[in-house]
Each structure stands twice: as C-alpha cells, then as structure tokens.
C-alpha cells in the first residue's frame, strides 16, 4: 500500500525558514507525480499553496515556494509569519485516476 | 466567483446509506475534474473519489465498492452515493474541482457521522 510520508511537525521561528517535505514509503518523489501543496487552518477547508511541483496559486505569496529535493517534494516558507501556524498537506497522483494525501505536517511558529 | 456547496451529510446508522450533494455555481460540473475528499475528526485529508470530464470514475481502496460518484448536468450537481456505511467513514466531506492536477477550489464541507 502506497503511503505519502510527511514530518508530523515542525517548528520554525519568526522570520526563519522551514522546509516540509513530502515522500514515499517506497520510490521517490517526482515531478510526475505532480506534487501539490495546501494550507489548513482549523475549521476550515484547506487551501491550495503550491503544484505542479512548485507554481504558486493565485495570491500566495512568494515566500512560499516548492521544489524536489532529493527524493522528496519539498514546501519551504522563508520569513515565517506567526500567521504560517497551520497544518500543510501534500498530495501525490499515482496514476490510473489515484490521488493519496499526506498525512499533514502541523507547524508551529515559535 | 465559484462556490461549491455541499449538503445531504447526517447521522446515519453503521450499514446505512447517504447520498452526499454538491451544488456548483459560476463552473460546470460536467466540464471539469470533480473530486470528493474527507476529513475525519481531528485527522488528515484523505482523497475519497474523482469523476472526470469523460465520465470516468476512481475511488480510494477504502471506499471502493460502496461509494459512487456521479453527476446530473441539468442541476450542475456533483453526488455522492454512500452505502454500507461504517464508523471509519465519519468525516466532514468537500466536494472539490481538480484543476492543472491540484485540488484548486473547495467547499465547505458536509459532516457525516455514522454511529448507533
């Protein structure tokens, strides 16, 4: 069974940077998987960050950025803000119509 | 601008069926990747099912069997028919278009809640 493997937290000081990851239980991770990102506050339904690797929707701002390090998809924010306190989701497409979310990396902002 | 507003969710007893609605405005059902995704309380997202423009279908191996996703594009409306319903599949569930292979509009969510 396919499993999308992400830190269960992270934290990261005001102004700091942090990088989230996203992998596979087995394989690594491509562009071709086409890895995308998403942002959750509680109560509320999540909200896209980043995808296709690393194109950022509408209206994130640019210190959110993706890439593939290594063999992982990677989410970095650089010059955390108290309000990046959240949970950050990725999702992987394994083909033949499939997609399966990480399980959610909950940053705190120290 | 696009809302999707999703309704039918309630408790239901375990073996139970539900069938799960999402109403769509300024996008067209029928046009576009439609996909259910669920959160459990306190869980992560879990992908639940995907209906694309051709009128293919997937589903999650958890789902697979008991759940079907369809569509009627005289009422621009995204459904999805839930059976044989277990306390596992307790979750708040949003109706979401899949858009340049990401997840890129959301509803609210409906939560369903299986339990004697």
């Known amino acids: 069974q396919t499993v999308v493997t992400q830190e269960p937290s992270f934290s990261v000081f005001p102004g700091g940077t942090v990088t989230l990851t996203c992998g596979l239980n087995s394989g690594s991770v491509s562009a071709t998987y086409h890895p995308s990102w998403y942002q959750q506050t509680p109560g509320q339904a999540p909200r896209a960050l980043i995808y296709?690797?690393?194109t950022r929707s509408s209206g994130v701002p640019d210190r959110f950025s993706g890439s593939i390090l290594g063999n992982k998809a990677a989410l970095t924010i650089t010059g955390a803000q108290a309000d990046d306190e959240c949970t950050y989701y990725c999702v992987l497409y394994m083909g033949s119509g499939i997609w399966v979310f990480g399980g959610g990396t909950k940053l705190t902002v120290l | 601008e696009v809302q999707l507003v999703e309704s039918g969710g309630g408790l239901i007893q375990p073996g139970g069926s539900l069938r799960l609605s999402c109403a769509a405005s300024?996008?067209?059902?029928?046009?576009?990747?439609m996909n259910w995704v669920r959160q459990a309380p306190g869980k992560g997202l879990e992908w639940v099912s995907i209906l694309h423009r051709d009128g293919g279908t997937y589903y999650a191996d958890s789902v697979k069997g008991r759940f079907t996703i369809s569509r009627d594009s005289s009422k621009n409306t995204l459904f999805l028919q839930m059976n044989s319903l277990r306390a596992e599949d307790t979750a708040v569930y949003y109706c979401?278009?899949?858009?340049?292979?990401?997840?890129?509009?959301w509803g609210q969510g409906t939560l369903v809640t299986v339990s004697s």
């Open positions: 296709n690797t690393n």
């Open positions: 979401v278009t899949n858009t340049n292979w990401h997840f890129d509009k």
């Open positions: 300024a996008l067209t059902v029928s046009t576009n990747y």
